[in-house]
Structure formats: structure tokens, C-alpha cells
């Protein structure tokens, strides 16, 4: 990192003096000419607020820190003010002989007030009045007000009067906070003297309860509407949980008890240690070098720090590369493990205001109500206590005497329902460090750990605070490796060890019973669990590989296996483990991107995972693991898809296992369809034709009256034009399902896929299914762009979907070249390498295909015409997403039914499909060049 440099003195950024001089200079040959007296101040305050921000921008790139750049700025910005309204009050509308009415003070509220701004942040002002506005003070803000303006500010500004200010400061914990942090500028000094001194003595004095309480309900509702967690992976460096406002709103609390006048002053507080003092610096500076870097790449008051911005904020910061992390991860971790500070200096703060007797029986920081008297202790196990609703220990040395301690303290906490005190907080934050290699050996300390991760009430909760009081980073140093450590892509939510924690929660709601509607056989499958503690174990090491030596499976194995080992497991659940980390991504894989009813499929498969209780295990880790992704990352159709997986292993395991594998699929297909083929003809006459011409695996892949209805549509097609098509939402999938019929040719699954697109549609799954009298029966479950069920809201749509698939079938819509795609959003930070895979050993009867590239509207419809163009036919696609890229699966045949064998074609087929691909990733801007249009219009 490049060194700290000393602060800048404000005067050799901008001359008060000089400033004042030049403006008097203008306005005197411009006398008489009020329009040009104007021009030439507001270009004269341009050059300087330019001079200003621009110095201000290099010394940060140069080393300075966010609250020197900070108040640089703003000290530029109190110059500017203050010189216009010199300017405004002598040259424009002075009064010589002012009023009682025609005083005026100029006070910087809210974050101006504070003494801190960003490169684009709003100018909060007050202009105070003695009482009821004259025209001249009317007519001194309105001409500051229109040239603040028009030198590009964005001016938050009210006009009262002292009492004005004390009323409404009483009515509104907004104002009162502006208030709170209101220092003068310029103009009547005893009238802005009044203001403070009163509103300390009227307002504050006596409220300091009933405030806090109401800051933090405040900052409740905003973190809820910017991102409940600090580690999402695009945080929101102002309003998000961890970020600035979290440390403001402890400052105005400690503003509110002890009056102090900079952030500097926080230090003075008795109320914190000098090491909490530090911390609340560090991360302040931090914050704000991060949320100026934003401001001034962007060239506008940019809050969330996105995907597209990190990589240039961590350039700008001294990021670099450092073997296999990225500079951009390194950053973010760096800003993740701040946010994290910021979370424990709220416990800390919790704490001495309860010390200070400001709240009482609160279950957390966010619960402060007013109240007086000291809370009842509760005597529990030997060395802790519950206080005030909240578990304590009796003194740090509770933990020097057994550090054992420092995780009975959280199965406590556990069991009672307890959130913890700040101070007993504060004690295990402090004293993990006594957590070293005998403690993470002991088997009471294992024990202990065990039942808070697999035996706990509520085990997200608890490995959460002992995450942030690093007690589990300690205990389990493969976990601590990973805290706050972030994946550069669009498809994670969370840090890892968000996801992690998250994961583990979701099982453990799936044990309570949760999800029981669209997790796969949620209810029958957990009791048949024999191993909780290997299936929660997994689950929290499952990510500990990242950015580990031979990929992410093997090194988080061997990090699963160290960690069980000094747990004192045996070496059949040590295995077990293991062996779930490595296969972590095994079934979401097959699922997804294979064909189920292929019989090669779900060989391969039962062949990796080889048990019954493997396969159960696999299934709840698997869920777990999507869900906890991100929201909507999980849905009714991924369901439907491991359900399918999993009962058709669970009849291999039952009918055969290993080489007879492909034989007991076979099996299972060919009773089924023997049995279906009954049932159906019995059912409707009709359908004989139908299902008799249908192959075997047909009627393992759908219930008897879809197939009814399947027969229906084809019989219709018939006498149709050759096609019909029908559409209907399937809630139970989280997608529309869209059947066509007609006569098989060449391209109709890629006209099908063009009208699904051109109707705005995406494909989330897609099956072609023909007969042996030649026709295709084909099925397309699509979704609308926010991953809902499309039409779901609009039943016109469905329908306007299915005549046009109709119309495609009959050749009747013209075909098109796909659309370029030129706007990737925030897609475009990232850099896709593509792949493309052709696979004869992965089906017995077709060739696969696997590609994968950066997502874009109409990508699947691209891949199916180079293969329509190779002459191949598609049995079955499989779309799936993660974030910016796409991996899109084929089944293909050759028209005589066979597999794609001949070398030069294949090479020929890769070769035209990685060219779509690279096309794609070609038109991709790079995020640097469109920083450097940014940095322009700074610049401008």
C-alpha cells in the first residue's frame, strides 16, 4: 500500500483571502452589470472548487487517507460557501444597516455539519433567521441557493428560525440529528450561538434514552432496505450493514451523551479504550477512502460498491495480485473484514451505554428502549450469569482459567435462547487468541462444538457470533481462512462464510421441518440420516478448499480431513466428510447439466456415490448449498430436477449397483413404460397410437395424464397445420411448461428456442422427445427476466407464447440472426473464458455437448443452430446459470439415430460453437475503459 502521506494545509488548496479578493475584483468592473457580476464569480468559485476537488483526488490516489480526503473536501467546499455568501451579502444585496429581521447565520448540517464529504455528496445548509423572513434574506438564499446550483452542487437546504429549528428537532429524530451536528459557516454568530445552546438545553438534555432508541430502530429499516447482511458482495458503502452509517449513527449517539466536535473527538470519550478508539478510526478511514475512490471513478455520488467498480477501487487503493488471489478479492476481504469491525464496535458501544444505564433487557443492540435501574443477574453455570435478558460471564478471567470456556459460553447462549451481553461479547472477542493447538484438541472442547453445530437450536445464530468474535476462525483454522473472504462473481450472494453459515442454517431448518413443500423429500429423508454431525460438518468446511492447491474439491477434502482429525473423529466419519466436501458439487452438476433419464446418467452417478446414506447425505447438502446462494438462486424447478435425480439412483441402489447399474436404469424404464403403455390405453383408446410409438424412457420422465394430454396435442396437431402448442404456469417448477407438436425436421428446436426468445422468454430446461412415425413432441420450461414463471402475472402473454411456437413449428415465423448484445451491465467486470466440451462416454445413445460462456439473451438459440448446421439433431438441452456465465448441455444424435464420431467433424462442430462463444465475450467492454469515460467527466 502506498505510505500516508501528512495532510494538506487548506491554504495551499484554496486562499480564503486570495478567493474573497478575486470575487471583489470581478464585482467592481462589473459594476452595474449584475448578470455579468454573477458569471464571473461563479467562474472564478469553479476554479476554485476544481482546484480543490482535483488536488483532493490526486492525494488520495497518492496514499491519503479517506478522512483527510474527506475533510479536504469539505474544508474546499466551506471556503466556496463562504466566499459566495461574502459576495452575495456585500456586492449583491448588502445591507448597510441591517435589520433586526435581516440577520442570517449559515450553519452545515447533517454530514457537511460533520466536517466530512465525499467528491459528490449532498450540501445539507441552514440559514437561520432571527424570525419571519424579510425579502432580503428571501433574496440572499435565493441567489445562493441558484448558484450553489450552478456550480454542480446538490443542495439539501431549509430556511427557520430558532424556534422554528427547537420544534421541529422535538417532532423529528431527522432534523434533530442534522441538528445535532450543525456547525457555522459564516454570517450572525450569536444567532447561530442561540440555536446550539438552546437546543442542547431544550432538546437533548433529559431525551437521551428515547433517542437512541430511536436511531437504531432507524438504522434497523435501513439496513433492512439496503442488504440485512455486511457481507453481501456488493455492499452499499454508505447505508449498508458495516458500512459508514453504522458508524455514524454510533458517533451521533456519543455525540448526543458527550458533545464532541470531529470525529476526533470520539477519542476524548471515557466511554471506549484506546484500542476501540483506533478501531473506530481504521474502519472510518477506510470507508471513507473506499466511498470517495467511488465518487470520484464514477464521477457521481456512487454508494454501492458493484461488481463492475471493484476491480478499479482496488487499483486505485494499491491492490495488488498475490498468487492465487486476485486483487479485487484481496480488497474486498480486506473491506469485509472492516465491516465486520464495524459490527463488533456496535456490541462494544452496546455495552458502556448500558453501562451508562441508556437501555435495559434488550435481546440486541437494535431493542434499546428507555429505561432506569440496574438489571437482575441470574445465576447459570459456574462463571456466567444472565443480565438484563442476555448472557454474561462473570469477569474475562472466567476465560483465562479454562479458554474451554470461550465455546461453552456460545452452547449456552444455545440452549437458553440467549443473545449475548456486549461485555461477555467484547471478553471472547479479546481472549480468542487463548484458543491454541491443545484446546482445538481437546475432546470436551470437540464435544462442546459438536453440539452447538449439529445438536444447537439454532446454529446459524450461534457459529454467526462466534464468527464475529473469531472464536470459530480460532477453534477451526481451516474456517478462519475463509471469513471474509469474497468470490468475484455475480452468481454468490454472500462472502464464503456467509453462504457457509447461511448453509448450515437451511439444514437445520430442514431437520425442524421447514422447506417441507419445495425441498425434495425433505420430511422422509432427514430421519433416515444416521450421521447429523458428518452431514453439519460437511456443510461448514464444504468451502474452506477456495483458492486451495488442485482445486477447490480436493484441498477443501484434505482441510476436512485435518479439521475432523483434531476433532478426535473416527476414520469412518472422517471419510464421510471428507468425501462430502470432495462431491459437494456432484449432484447440483447432474442434475442440472445431464439428462436424468438417460440410463449413462444416473449409472455414472450411483457409481460416484455408491450408498443409500451417501446419496441422502449428498441430497440435503446439495439444497442446502443452492439455497443459500442467494435469493432466488433456488426454485420449484432445481426441486424438480434433484427429485428426478434422486429416486432414479435411490432404484438403482434398489435393483442393482455399480456395473448393473446401466442394467437396472434400463429395467426400471422399460417396467415402467410396459406398465404406462397399459395404463394409458386402458385409460383413452384414443392415445394407443401415441404411446405405442413412444420410446421406453418417454414415459419414465412424465405422469400418465401429462402423457394423455402429450397424445391430445399431437392428434390435434394433425389435423392443425401440423403443430400445435399449449402453455401453462407450473408453480410446482417456478416455470411456464410449453408443449409443442409437430413433424420432426431439421431446426425446429432451434426456431421453437428463437420464439421463446423473441418473447422475451428464457430457458431454463427444454426436452425433445420423437416418435417412431417421426413426431416431435417438444417441452420448454421457461421463465421471465426475474426468474419467475413467465406469464405468470399475464396469462395473454402465455398464450401470445404458444401461437407464436406454433407458428415457428410450421415454419412460418422469419428466422433471424440474434440480436448483438452490446449492454452487459455489471456482467462486463468480468472476464469468461470459454469452454467447449464434446463427451461420447457420458450417454449410451448420444453425444453430449457442454458449453459454456458468458451468459447473453439468445446464447442457447446461438448453440442450437451451429449444431442444427452440423447436421445433428437435439434430444434434450439443459440450461443452467451461474451469475455472468452460462452452461448450456446438449443431447445429440446423428440423423441415423447414432453418436457424433467422426474426429473432423467434431473438431469442426467445437470449433463453431467456441466461436460463438468468443464473439460474445469479444463485444464485452472492460470495466477500466469504462472508468477511464468516467474519470473524463470528473475531469469535465
Known amino acids: 500500500m502506498p505510505p500516508r502521506l501528512r495532510p494538506t494545509r487548506l491554504e ?7 478567493l474573497r479578493a478575486q470575487l471583489s475584483a470581478a464585482a467592481l468592473d462589473a459594476v452595474g452589470d449584475e448578470a455579468e457580476q454573477r458569471r464571473r464569480a461563479l467562474d472564478i468559485l469553479k476554479q476554485a472548487l476544481f482546484r480543490g476537488r482535483m488536488i483532493a483526488k490526486e492525494r488520495l490516489e497518492n496514499g491519503a487517507g479517506g478522512i483527510e480526503t474527506a475533510r479536504l473536501l469539505s474544508g474546499v467546499t466551506d471556503e466556496v460557501v463562504t466566499a459566495l455568501y461574502d459576495f452575495t451579502t456585500v456586492h449583491v444585496f448588502r445591507a448597510r444597516n441591517p ?22 455528496s449532498d450540501l445539507d445548509l441552514l440559514f437561520l433567521r432571527p424570525y419571519k423572513q424579510t425579502a432580503h434574506t428571501e433574496s440572499v438564499i435565493e441567489y445562493m441557493l441558484y448558484a450553489l ?51 442542547r438545553a431544550e432538546v437533548v438534555k433529559g431525551t437521551a434514552a428515547q433517542f437512541v432508541a430511536a436511531k437504531l430502530k432507524e438504522r434497523d429499516i435501513r439496513q433492512e432496505r439496503a442488504g440485512a447482511s455486511r457481507y453481501m458482495v456488493e455492499p452499499n458503502v454508505k447505508e449498508g450493514k458495516g458500512g459508514l452509517r453504522d458508524l455514524n449513527t454510533l458517533f451521533w449517539i456519543a455525540q448526543y451523551l458527550h458533545p464532541v466536535s470531529h470525529v476526533d473527538g470520539f477519542v476524548q470519550l471515557d466511554m471506549f479504550d484506546r484500542r476501540e478508539v483506533a478501531s473506530f478510526i481504521r474502519a472510518f478511514d477506510f470507508l471513507w477512502a473506499v466511498r470517495s475512490h467511488l465518487h470520484f471513478a464514477t464521477g457521481r455520488p456512487e454508494e454501492r460498491l458493484t461488481f463492475d467498480l471493484q476491480p478499479e477501487i482496488a487499483r486505485r487503493m494499491g491492490y495488488g495480485d498475490r ?46 428502549i428507555p429505561g432506569r435501574g440496574k438489571p437482575r443477574r441470574k445465576k447459570l453455570d459456574p462463571g456466567f450469569h444472565e443480565e438484563g435478558g442476555r448472557l454474561n460471564i462473570d469477569g474475562p478471567q472466567v476465560f483465562e482459567a479454562d479458554p474451554i470456556n470461550l465455546l461453552r459460553l456460545f452452547r449456552l447462549a444455545d440452549q437458553r435462547d440467549l443473545d449475548l451481553h456486549p461485555d461477555a461479547f467484547t471478553a471472547a472477542s479479546r481472549g480468542a487468541g487463548m484458543i491454541g493447538a491443545r484446546i482445538r484438541r481437546d475432546p470436551e472442547a470437540a464435544k462442546v462444538f459438536l453440539d452447538i453445530l449439529a445438536h444447537g437450536r439454532n446454529p446459524q445464530r450461534t457459529l454467526s457470533m462466534m464468527n464475529e468474535a473469531d472464536v470459530l476462525g480460532r477453534f477451526i483454522p481451516e474456517w478462519g481462512r475463509i471469513v471474509a473472504q469474497m468470490q468475484f462473481n455475480m452468481y454468490h450472494s454472500y462472502t464464503v462464510d456467509e453462504h457457509t453459515l447461511r448453509a448450515v442454517g437451511v439444514i437445520a431448518d430442514i431437520a425442524a421441518g421447514q422447506f417441507a413443500e419445495d425441498h425434495p423429500l425433505s420430511t422422509s429423508i432427514m430421519p433416515l440420516i444416521d450421521d447429523r454431525e458428518a452431514l453439519f460438518l460437511a456443510m461448514l468446511l464444504h468451502d474452506t478448499g477456495k483458492g486451495g492447491a488442485g482445486g477447490q474439491e480436493k484441498a477443501g477434502a484434505r482441510a476436512a480431513r485435518q479439521a475432523c482429525e483434531r476433532l478426535g473423529l473416527n476414520r469412518k466419519r472422517i471419510e464421510m466428510v471428507a ?7 456432484v449432484m447440483s452438476d447432474y442434475a442440472q447439466k445431464r439428462d436424468v433419464s438417460d440410463p449413462r446418467t444416473v449409472a455414472d452417478f450411483a457409481r460416484i456415490v455408491e450408498t443409500p446414506e451417501r446419496l441422502r447425505l449428498l441430497l440435503v447438502l446439495t439444497v442446502a448449498d443452492i439455497r443459500a446462494v442467494g435469493p432466488g438462486v433456488w426454485n420449484g424447478w432445481k426441486g424438480q430436477l434433484m427429485r428426478e435425480l434422486y429416486g432414479a439412483t435411490e432404484a438403482v441402489f434398489r435393483g442393482g449397483r455399480g456395473s448393473d447399474a446401466a442394467a437396472a436404469i434400463r429395467r426400471y424404464h422399460e417396467n415402467a413404460a410396459y406398465d404406462a403403455r397399459v395404463r394409458l390405453i386402458a385409460a383413452d383408446p384414443a392415445a394407443a397410437e401415441w404411446v405405442q410409438a413412444m420410446e421406453d424412457v418417454y414415459f419414465s420422465a412424465f405422469p400418465d395424464p401429462e402423457i394423455l394430454v402429450h397424445g391430445a396435442l399431437a392428434r390435434r396437431a394433425a389435423v392443425a397445420g401440423g403443430a400445435a402448442a399449449e402453455a401453462q404456469v407450473r408453480p410446482d417448477l417456478n416455470a411456464a411448461e410449453v408443449v409443442v407438436a409437430a413433424p420432426d425436421r431439421k431446426r425446429l428446436f432451434v426456431d421453437l428456442a428463437a420464439a421463446v426468445t423473441a418473447a422475451g422468454a428464457n430457458i431454463v430446461g427444454a426436452r ?23 406469464g405468470a402475472s399475464a396469462p395473454a402473454q402465455l398464450r401470445r407464447l404458444a401461437q407464436s411456437l406454433e407458428a415457428a413449428a410450421r415454419e412460418e415465423l422469419p428466422r433471424s440472426e440474434p440480436r448483438k448484445v452490446t449492454d452487459f451491465g455489471r456482467a462486463a467486470a468480468f472476464t469468461i473464458t470459454p469452454t467447449v466440451m464434446l463427451d461420447n ?51 445429440v444424435t446423428e440423423p441415423d439415430g447414432g453418436k457424433l464420431t467422426d474426429p473432423k467433424r467434431m473438431a469442426a462442430l467445437k470449433a463453431a460453437l467456441a466461436a ?10 472492460r470495466p477500466r475503459a469504462n472508468l477511464q469515460r468516467a474519470r473524463a467527466s470528473v475531469a469535465r
Open 12 to 18: 495551499y488548496v484554496v486562499d480564503g483571502v486570495r
Open 99 to 120: 435589520t433586526e429581521g435581516e440577520r442570517l447565520a449559515l450553519l452545515a448540517v447533517g454530514g457537511y455539519g460533520r466536517g466530512a464529504l465525499a467528491p459528490f
Open 149 to 199: 446550483w450552478d456550480l454542480g452542487f446538490k443542495v439539501g437546504h431549509a430556511s427557520r428560525t430558532v424556534e422554528e429549528c427547537l420544534k421541529l428537532s422535538r417532532e423529528d429524530y431527522t432534523i434533530r440529528t442534522s441538528i445535532l451536528e450543525a456547525r457555522q459557516l459564516t454570517g450572525d454568530t450569536a444567532l447561530a450561538e442561540e440555536l446550539l445552546r438552546r437546543f
Open 323 to 368: 498468487g492465487d488471489a486476485p486483487a479485487v478479492e484481496r480488497f474486498m476481504r480486506r473491506y469485509f473484514l472492516i465491516a465486520k469491525e464495524v459490527g463488533a464496535l456496535t456490541r462494544v458501544f452496546a455495552a458502556k451505554l448500558e453501562a451508562e444505564q441508556i437501555k435495559q433487557e434488550p435481546k440486541g443492540l437494535s431493542r434499546l
Open 579 to 585: 468425501w462430502l466436501v470432495e462431491h459437494h458439487l
Open 768 to 790: 425433445v422427445y420423437t416418435s417412431r412415425q417421426g413426431q416431435a413432441i417438444d417441452i420448454f420450461y421457461v421463465q421471465d427476466a426475474t426468474g419467475q414463471a413467465f
Open 841 to 891: 462416454e457420458a450417454s449410451e445413445v448420444s453425444t453430449v455437448i457442454e458449453a459454456s460462456g458468458r451468459d447473453r439473451p439468445g446464447l442457447l438459440v446461438a448453440l442450437a443452430r451451429n449444431i442444427a448446421d452440423a447436421g445433428l439433431s437435439i434430444l434434450s438441452a439443459h440450461i443452467d446459470g451461474y451469475g455472468e456465465r452460462a452452461v448450456d448441455a446438449f443431447y
Open 916 to 925: 460463438s462463444l468468443e464473439e460474445v465475450e469479444a463485444a464485452a467492454p
